[in-house]
């Protein structure tokens, strides 16, 4: 079983930056594929970033690209997502995934864990 805990957001205005962060705890497997989501009101859950188990390899969706960039720290078992030049588009519950492959995924059913979110408001 894996317990991922999110923190980071908050409210920011247009233009501005916020940091996600994810911690993962129990069993993960050296090769845990990280990824974020965001869900919009009344909006389907949709892929944003996902990074690979040693943190070489990551992908992202185009709405973001250029803007956020996702890392992480193996060590400590966390993933970041550093957004910067928000816009109001980007307004959301954030929610940390994860699964027990080595391959990136960009579909929802593809990860078996997720955290709990966390809501990013970007105001114009």
């Known amino acids: 079983q894996v317990q991922l805990v999110e923190s980071g957001g908050g409210l920011v205005q247009a233009g501005g930056s916020l940091r996600l962060s994810c911690a993962a705890s129990?069993?993960?497997?050296?090769?845990?594929?990280m990824g974020w989501f965001r869900q919009a009101p009344g909006k389907e859950r949709e892929f944003v970033a996902t990074?690979?188990?040693?943190?070489?390899?990551?992908l992202y969706a185009d709405s973001v690209k250029g803007r956020f960039t996702i890392s992480r720290d193996s060590a400590k078992n966390t993933v970041y997502l550093q957004m910067n030049s928000l816009k109001p588009d980007d307004t959301a519950v954030y929610y940390c995934?994860?699964?027990?492959?080595?391959?990136?995924?960009?579909?929802?059913?593809?990860?078996?864990?997720w955290g709990q979110g966390t809501q990013v408001t970007v105001s114009s």
């Open positions: 990074i690979n188990w040693s943190g070489t390899s990551t």
């Open positions: 995934a994860g699964r027990d492959r080595p391959t990136l995924q960009t579909l929802v059913v593809t990860y078996q864990d």
């Open positions: 129990g069993r993960t497997s050296s090769f845990y594929t």
